[in-house]
């Protein structure tokens, strides 16, 4: 598929997007009730087997391992599953309101992080943007306050881990093809959880694994429609959709778990996305000079 149909992929992102945020619902009603380390550990086994499946079908195994890095691909697959372990905990201490939205200013720390690591270079542009994105990051979490949590830290922890995460996609895309990078993905997230959660397995109700099935398919199809989406579309005419998943995850927590959005959440949740969005149509601004 080329890259020349917006709308489809916009269509496919969105959808990626919602089955993320049912995900994340899922996602906090089993570890609120078993080992989170079981729980990911579980989808990763899922997770790696569409990866190896999808490799198989794609040119085969070896084709996939072959990577100039190897080292540093499975510790960047490694890195994710840490991620996913440490939101999935936010999620259930902080909830799916307040959690996503300091997760949204991961965006903001790539472009922090982006010259150090990558030697990129940032313009006062887009420094500024994200220096009002960390302000809205502050009223979110209210540092100082009765009712700041520490839980937010945990977060806040996690979107520093996902953009180092996002940062090492971008450099290890210099040497290795995307289908070498997704193979990584899968197998060192699954070698990783499983030497972690074999510790911690627990019995499960009937009607949970009914729910962990349901989260193992909705982590399959959900990274399957954004494989094509970016396909079907350039990252820069749909990366800024991915934003949706903070509102789609909100009505979830409100209407199933009946978690409450707080005013500052809101107001600093509306500054982060809208800092993170202008940055990237700057950065997009600034690649299309450069081209």
Known sequence: MTRDNPAFGTFLMIGAICIFAIQDGISRHLAGQYNVFMI??????????FVVALSLRSGGLRKAITSERPKLQFFRGALL?????????AFVRMGLVDAPAIFAAYPLVITALSGPILGERIGWRRWSL???GFVGVMIIIKPGSSIFSPDALIAFIGALFFALYGLLNRYVSRFDPSHVTFFYTGIAGMILTTLAGVWYWEAMLPSDWLWMGLLCLTSVSGHYLLIKAYEAAEASAIQPFAYLQLPVSA?????VFGDVIRANVLIGAVIVVGAGVFTFLRARQVAQRAG
Do not use: C, K, P, S
């Open 40 to 49: 990911v550990m579980i989808r990763y086994w899922f997770f790696a087997a």
């Open 81 to 89: 599953a840490v991620q996913i372990l440490i939101m999935v905990t």
């Open 130 to 132: 994200v220096a009002v």
């Open 251 to 255: 009505v979830i927590g409100v209407l």
